[in-house]
T-cell receptor
Framework: GNSVTQMEGPVTLSEEAFLTINCTYT??????LFWYVQYPGEGLQLLLK?????DKGSNKGFEATYRKETTSFHLEKGSVQVSDSAVYFC???????????FGSGTRLSIRP | NAGVTQTPKFQVLKTGQSMTLQCAQD?????MYWYRQDPGMGLRLIYY???????DKGEVPNGYNVSRLNKREFSLRLESAAPSQTSVYFC?????????????FGEGSWLTVV
């Protein structure tokens, strides 16, 4: 079936470190891929998305490239800030269905 | 920019009580969703409504009912609450059910069943 597997947390980094959060998926067809971020006490917000293979989504210094050959959509940021501390969710949404499937989330903590 | 608004934000229920979570969106979206979020399990879809007048079950519909009252509003009802329904509930909406459309979330409703 369709599923999303993402790197388990928590992940703790120092400010200005390089960030990678791995995400791989299993899906039939050609899904769209998303990264959502959830700050404490808030709902999920779209961080970035890619709707077809080789597309790169980017926002707020974060990037992720839709890699069909490796079925991956890894999230990266070159220099993290304390304000990036949050839970990050990888998700896929496939055509002809309303469902969006989420990974289990990765908690990121950035220390000053 | 209100977006997706859900109420109440916090609620404590006794086992067997009933309650309704309300949700409204002001973005003229056709599709609306209810999710629950439990630790270590990401978000799971309870019910969705692809368009006004239609509703369908998601992954975990047991113990819940929904009503798509109009294009703006989509409510979730717990008829007889159980401790297993203690969770954070999120309402969401998107323009349509097309895969590329972004889903927008409300701020969540924290429900505790004792």
């Amino acid at each position: 079936g369709n599923s999303v597997t993402q790197m388990e947390g928590p992940v703790t980094l120092s400010e200005e470190a390089f960030l990678t959060i791995n995400c791989t998926y299993t899906a039939t067809g050609y899904p769209s891929l998303f990264w959502y971020v959830q700050y404490p006490g808030e709902g999920l917000q779209l961080l970035l998305k890619a709707t077809k293979a080789d597309d790169k989504g980017s926002n707020k210094g974060f990037e992720a490239t839709y890699r069909k050959e490796t079925t991956s959509f890894h999230l990266e940021k070159g220099s993290v800030q304390v304000s990036d501390s949050a839970v990050y969710f990888c998700a896929l949404r496939y055509s002809s269905a309303s469902k969006i499937i989420f990974g289990s989330g990765t908690r990121l903590s950035i220390r000053p | 920019n209100a977006g997706v608004t859900q109420t109440p934000k916090f609620q404590v229920l006794k086992t067997g009580q009933s309650m309704t979570l309300q949700c409204a969106q002001d973005m003229n979206h056709n599709s609306m969703y209810w999710y629950r979020q439990d630790p270590g399990m990401g978000l799971r879809l309870i019910y969705y409504s692809a368009s006004e007048g239609t509703t369908d079950k998601g992954e975990v519909p047991n113990g819940y009912n929904v009503s798509r009252l109009n294009k703006r509003e989509f409510s979730l009802r717990l008829e007889s609450a159980a401790p297993s329904q203690t969770s954070v509930y999120f309402c969401a909406s998107s323009v349509t059910e097309d895969s590329g459309n972004t889903i927008y979330f409300g701020e969540g409703s924290w429900l505790t069943v004792v």
